[in-house]
DNA sequence: TTCTCTGCAAACAGTTTGCAATCCT
DNA sequence: AGGATTGCAAACTGTTTGCAGAGAA
C-alpha cells in the first residue's frame, strides 16, 4: 500500500501538488475500501473518523485532483451521486464491468472485459475511436432472486 | 404517431392516470425529438413553445408517470442531467447502445446488441438475473477525430 | 514572504415537494 | 362537490466556489 502512495506522490508532483496529509487520508480511505464504491460523503466521513476537522469541500477537491490525476475514477450507479473507484481508466486491460442488484442495490464485480469484439465493430463501422467503455447490468442478485421465489 | 399516443393513453388509464393536454403535450415533444436525448429542462422549453405556461415541476412528475409506465426511460451520460428516451427497458430486444464523444459531446447510437454471450456468461458466472443493461463507448468522433490529427 | 491548501459558508444546478388554485366530471 | 392535476415558490441534495486564514517552503 505504502508503494501505492509512493506512485501517487509521484503523479502528484507531476501535476504541481503535494500530497499533504489530508490528501494521504483521503487516498488511504479510498485504498481501504478499494471494493466499496464509495461517494464523496462516504469518503468524507471515514475521513472524519481519523481527522475530525476535515471539510467535505476538501474531499471534493481532492477527488476532483486524484480523477485528473487518473489515480481514481468516477461511475455513476444511477443512485444520484457520483462513486469512485481505484485506478484511472486509461484505455489499457484492468477494464471490469458492474452488477447492479435491482433488489438490494448490492454492486458485484466482473473481472473480464470481453468486449473486444463489439469494440473492433463499433470502430470500424461508426469511425469512432474508442477510449473506453462503461458497462451496466441490471437485475437480482442470488440472494434477491430466491426472495422473489418464496414470496408469492 | 397518435397509435403511439393512444397506447400511451392506455397505459395511463391502467396506471389510474389521465392524458391530459399537458401530459399530450409533453408526449408530443418527446416523440418529435427521438433521437435527441431530451433532458427534462430540453422538454420543458420545447413544451412552454406551445404552452407557455406549463410548469417546470409537471414536466418532473409527467416524466416520472412516464418511467414508471415505461413509456421512457432514462439514461445518465455524465453531463449532470438525467436524459429520456421513448420507449420502455423490458428484457426483450430493441436494445442500443451509445457512442459519446469527448471532443463534441455528440451522442451516436449503436442498433445492435450483440452482448447476448456476454450476458449469458455472466448469468451462469454470477448467478445473477439479468434485466437490463446499459453500455456506453467514450472516444472520439470522425470529425472530432480528424481535428484532434490536425492541431498539432 | 509567497504560494498552496484548507474550512466555512454561500452559491449553484437539477430535482422534488407543499400548497392553494384550477380543471374536469 | 370531489378528486386529479397544475403552477408557483420553497425545500432538498449533491457539488462547486469565494474568501480569508493556516501552513509549508
Redesign the pocket.
Known amino acids: 500500500m505504502n508503494k501505492i502512495i509512493c506512485e501517487v506522490e509521484q503523479k502528484?508532483r507531476a501535476g504541481?501538488?503535494?500530497?499533504?496529509?489530508?490528501?494521504e487520508h483521503i487516498l488511504r480511505v479510498i485504498l481501504q475500501n478499494k471494493d466499496k464504491h464509495l461517494?464523496?460523503?462516504e469518503v468524507y466521513n471515514l475521513v472524519k473518523r481519523r481527522?475530525p476537522?476535515?471539510?467535505?469541500?476538501?474531499?471534493?477537491?481532492?477527488?476532483?485532483?486524484f480523477q485528473d490525476l487518473d489515480v481514481i475514477h468516477?461511475i455513476d450507479f444511477g443512485?444520484?451521486?457520483?462513486?469512485y473507484e481505484f485506478g484511472g481508466e486509461p484505455g489499457e486491460g484492468h477494464h471490469h464491468h458492474h452488477l447492479i442488484c435491482t433488489g438490494c442495490g448490492k454492486i458485484i464485480e466482473v473481472n473480464e472485459d470481453l468486449l473486444e469484439e463489439l469494440e473492433s465493430r463499433v470502430t470500424s463501422a461508426y469511425d469512432f475511436t474508442i477510449t473506453d467503455h462503461e458497462l451496466k447490468f441490471f437485475g437480482y442478485c442470488r440472494d434477491c432472486k430466491q426472495q422473489k421465489n418464496k414470496q408469492p
Open positions: 502528484l504541481d501538488y503535494k500530497l499533504t496529509p489530508r490528501r461517494s464523496a460523503e481527522v476537522d476535515v471539510g467535505l469541500a476538501t474531499v471534493y477537491r481532492t477527488l476532483e485532483i468516477s443512485d444520484g451521486r457520483k462513486r
